[in-house]
């Protein structure tokens, strides 16, 4: 796989374009993955974090171009090495608005140099993890598969560690997010074998026997992920699923 690594730029005229102004009718709303950044939010603060203003706007830059990514492969069927290697070689981030493309890469641009070198790389990983996941010939292979897809996308919304004075705080919290897209990952599993299966996403039969096995993977990662949330964002988490599950809107919209 080949991703051309040239300077990312924004025009003068992008640049006043604020990362908390995303919107797309063919994806999520903003309000919709404001929650998944409400959520962190309120996670890391319960957790000591001392967050700042551009963090919160960044994650949801990430989310924003994470979701167009999903939604162009998942439901369109684009392949990904494609959409990430035309994105990293200056071109628009296909099935995103010009506005999700122009704060991913003012997003990535303005990253120190270790961080943007990472960030390039996980994203040239991407295309790599679907594939293992699409070719796994049994459920414990997609479970191990869909695992390390989860630890690359939580890998994306670490905090940084340097230079902070809470920097113990920081690293429970990333190790948290890891927890948690992990238990996300399995659940999606479970809840779209059979659809997955149908579309040619997977290879592992929707058999009962299988989805016990997808299910109790989940129920292992669920139960670390209770033990290490902090009480009161367990109620944010439930509260979040609430809004998403049964009424289809973001935590705002309370």
Known sequence: MYFVQEE??????????????ITTPSMPT?????????LFGSVAESMGVELAPQERGD??????AAYAIDYIVDDEGKDIDSVVASFLAGGKL????????????RYIETQPEERRALTIQRLGAIGSHVELCSQAESVTELITARQDEAELYASFFELPLNNTSDKSQRSIFNAWLHVFSRTGYLVDSLLDLKVDYEDGGTKVEPTVANRIMLARAAF????????????????????????????GVGPEAQ
């Open 59 to 64: 994650w949801k830059t990430l989310l924003a």
């Open 94 to 105: 296909e099935g995103a608005t010009n506005l999700i493309t122009t704060n991913f890469r």
């Open 30 to 38: 903003s309000g919709e993955r404001a929650g998944s950044a409400y």
């Open 220 to 247: 292992r990662e669920s139960v670390v992920l209770a033990r290490q949330t902090p009480s009161v964002a367990l109620v944010d988490i439930l509260k979040v699923g609430y809004h998403y599950l049964i009424l």
């Open 8 to 21: 990312l730029s924004v025009s003068p005229a992008d640049s006043q374009i604020s990362p908390l102004e």
